[in-house]
T-cell receptor
Framework: DAGVIQSPRHEVTEMGQEVTLRCKPI?????LFWYRQTMMRGLELLIY????????DSGMPEDRFSAKMPNASFSTLKIQPSEPRDSAVYFC????????????FGQGTRLTVV | AQKITQTQPGMFVQEKEAVTLDCTYD???????LFWYKQPSSGEMIFLIY??????QNATEGRYSLNFQKARKSANLVISASQLGDSAMYFC???????????FGQGTRLTINP
């Protein structure tokens, strides 16, 4: 398997623009996670899905952020409008069900909002 | 709520020495899992080792072992015979039973000196 695939790898956008990050999880994994990594706040869980259904979105910072998972092989994280404080590395991860099942991470998307 | 604490922001170790990275957790749930991940400068998140709260023996994976002290709520990562390639950020994470999400600590930056 190719692993978790994220696109784009890098995104530079102007404040106020819409940004869409994409993720393809590992086939057969029924959980998908979106994390954000910054120096100040570390790795934060934004939202996660089980079988395409959002389970916990308590980490989504505000209404400007939205995430969807229309099918088992694709998810998006959208920021509209983007702000400079959204600059971070966004990771998508997937896992099977099970307490010992590790999460496999994508390469991340480095987002810079200027 | 889960909380993970990594008290060492940075560590410097001579090559070939063993190194212990500290991790303490705070949960009242009796069933949980503990994970360690490595993040090299290239940015990807690499799973290293897992320990379940009911596991009787400390987990080992090659040069990695987990010093699990349940009463102290401690899950330290031990790397034996450190190598230059071990230089990276290391994250401890916990998962509660029934919730597939991983909650991460702030990380420890390990530098191996030649």
């Amino acid at each position: 398997d190719a692993g978790v695939i994220q696109s784009p790898r890098h995104e530079v956008t102007e404040m106020g623009q819409e940004v869409t990050l994409r993720c393809k999880p590992i086939s057969g994994h029924d959980y998908l996670f979106w994390y954000r990594q910054t120096m100040m706040r570390g790795l934060e869980l934004l939202i996660y899905f089980n079988n395409n259904v959002p389970i916990d979105d308590s980490g989504m910072p505000e209404d400007r952020f939205s995430a969807k998972m229309p099918n088992a092989s694709f998810s998006t994280l959208k920021i509209q409008p983007s702000e400079p404080r959204d600059s971070a590395v966004y990771f998508c991860a997937s896992s099977r069900t099970g307490g010992s099942a590790e999460a496999f991470f994508g390469q991340g998307t480095r987002l810079t909002v200027v | 709520a889960q909380k993970i604490t990594q008290t060492q922001p940075g560590m410097f170790v001579q090559e070939k020495e063993a190194v212990t990275l500290d991790c303490t957790y705070d949960t009242s749930d009796p069933s949980y899992g503990l994970f360690w991940y490595k993040q090299p400068s290239s940015g990807e998140m690499i799973f290293l080792i897992y320990q379940g709260s009911y596991d009787q023996q400390n987990a080992t994976e090659g040069r990695y072992s987990l010093n699990f002290q349940k009463a102290r709520k401690s899950a330290n990562l031990v790397i034996s015979a450190s190598q230059l390639g071990d230089s990276a950020m290391y994250f401890c994470a916990t998962r509660l039973q029934g919730a597939q999400k991983l909650v991460f600590g702030q990380g420890t930056r390990l530098t191996i000196n030649p």
